[in-house]
């Protein structure tokens, strides 16, 4: 069982949505469609709601990916909140958020928006100021130092990895399982933690690191 806590930053990918007769997705790479999360968060809408209509789905993408950083959930969770809207479906946030568990563990968290406490492999989703954490505190994002090695990430792998023992060695307990199988996320832990930021720790199941510039040299930087 996760219990995370999910919080968006600016950095982002675009999302364009436009009416077409069946449901199709362009982005850069060569994912195939059919395992690409916004096709599958616009199937699955369509399947829930009975709803006839598609859509062109444009991605630019600039999240990283396989860095733990949520990138394709949030393009999920982007397309059932757009196509809420232009298919007009006017279905609330609990509904989407049921529709978005099928999608992928992420997706309901971020379709939610804000910041959540994630709980279960993902698909109960609270505010976090509604939640057992609201006193959680969230630094300043202007602060945040983020860094990605150039490893790609696969979340499957790094549960697989995953020992019991690595249970409370930090802040996210997948950490040792994901430096262990990429030393690369070690070094770049080590990095920021010598410049000074504070709180350092890998973001899901990595690569992605981060940190927070102390407040004296935020201003600096």
């Known amino acids: 069982d996760l219990r995370s806590v999910v919080v ?3 950095l982002h990918d675009d999302v364009a949505l436009e ?16 395992r690409n999360l916004a096709w599958r968060a616009a199937q699955a809408l369509r399947q829930a709601t009975g ?16 860095a733990g950083l949520g990138g394709g959930s949030a393009d999920a969770a982007a397309v059932l909140n757009g196509l809420n809207e ?11 958020c049921g529709i978005a568990a099928a999608v992928g563990s992420d997706v309901p968290a971020l379709t939610l928006g804000g910041p959540v406490l994630m709980e279960g492999r993902g698909e109960r989703v609270t505010p976090l100021a509604e939640s057992p954490l609201a006193d959680f ?14 490893v790609f990430v696969s979340t499957p792998s790094v549960f697989r ?18 430096c ?25 199941s990595g690569s992605s690191v981060f940190g927070w510039r102390p407040v ?5 930087n």
């Open 8 to 10: 968006p930053i600016p």
């Open 19 to 34: 009416p077409a007769d069946a449901i199709s997705v362009e982005m850069p790479g060569e994912i195939p469609q059919e």
């Open 51 to 66: 709803c006839a209509r598609g859509v062109r789905i444009v991605l630019e993408k600039r999240i990283p990916q396989g």
């Open 86 to 96: 232009l298919w007009g479906l006017g279905l609330p946030k609990a509904r989407l």
């Open 137 to 150: 505190p969230l630094p300043d994002l202007s602060r945040l130092v983020l860094r990605t090695p150039p």
């Open 161 to 178: 990895e995953f020992r019991e023992s690595d249970r409370g060695l930090g802040a996210n307990d997948l950490q040792p399982a994901a």
């Open 180 to 204: 262990r199988l990429h030393p690369e996320i070690s070094v770049a832990l080590a990095e920021l933690e010598a410049e000074g930021c504070e709180g350092v720790m890998m973001s899901g």
């Open 216 to 220: 004296a040299s935020a201003s600096r």
